[in-house]
């Protein structure tokens, strides 16, 4: 029987999935219909990034998000990957995207899997969560 294990997407892998022009849409589309759970963090981002980037109305955003999170279920960040996310800030673990901290804190307190298109949070996650970054097998 093949379980598929308790995940959540990156905002980057979000964004992806819902934008048919994004150049990885067909790559996240799968990874984010198979997420089970939804990071607070990365809705927010993934709520800005639609608005600001992509100049989509805010009703169409709403529209988009409350249809992905309808089936998965939310994780919100704790004050406990707060603090271990700002814990990290001094040593150097990230490069200033304390978003990406904040993202990885969540998901391993809720032992979540993260897929991600971004080298550097699969990085960050090294050792604290299990992260599967998304490849295009054709550039592989």
Same mark, same amino acid.
């Given at each position: 029987?093949? $379980?598929?294990?308790?995940?959540? $997407?990156?905002?980057?892998? @979000?964004?992806?999935? !819902?934008?048919?022009?994004?150049?990885?849409?067909?790559?996240?589309?799968?990874?984010?219909?198979?997420?089970?759970?939804?990071?607070?963090?990365?809705?927010?981002?993934?709520? &800005?990034?639609?608005?600001?980037?992509?100049?989509?109305?805010?009703?169409?955003?709403?529209?988009?998000?409350?249809?992905?999170?309808?089936?998965? !279920?939310?994780?919100?960040?704790?004050?406990?990957?707060?603090?271990?996310? @700002?814990?990290?800030?001094?040593?150097?673990?990230?490069?200033?995207?304390?978003?990406?901290? $904040?993202?990885?804190?969540?998901?391993?307190?809720?032992? !979540?899997?993260?897929?991600?298109?971004?080298?550097?949070?699969?990085?960050?996650? &090294?050792?604290?969560? &299990?992260?599967?970054? !998304?490849?295009? &097998?054709?550039?592989?």
């Amino acid at each position: 029987m093949n $379980v598929t294990p308790p995940t959540a $997407v990156d905002t980057n892998v @979000l964004i992806a999935a !819902l934008v048919l022009e994004h150049d990885h849409h067909d790559l996240a589309i799968e990874a984010a219909a198979d997420a089970t759970h939804v990071l607070g963090q990365v809705t927010v981002e993934a709520w &800005s990034v639609l608005r600001r980037h992509f100049r989509l109305p805010a009703d169409l955003v709403a529209t988009m998000l409350d249809d992905y999170r309808a089936s998965r !279920l939310m994780i919100a960040p704790s004050v406990g990957a707060y603090d271990r996310t @700002l814990q990290w800030a001094p040593d150097g673990r990230f490069a200033g995207n304390i978003h990406d901290a $904040v993202i990885v804190q969540t998901a391993a307190e809720a032992e !979540l899997r993260i897929v991600t298109l971004d080298v550097g949070l699969q990085r960050l996650a &090294s050792g604290v969560v &299990s992260c599967e970054l !998304l490849t295009d &097998s054709a550039s592989t």
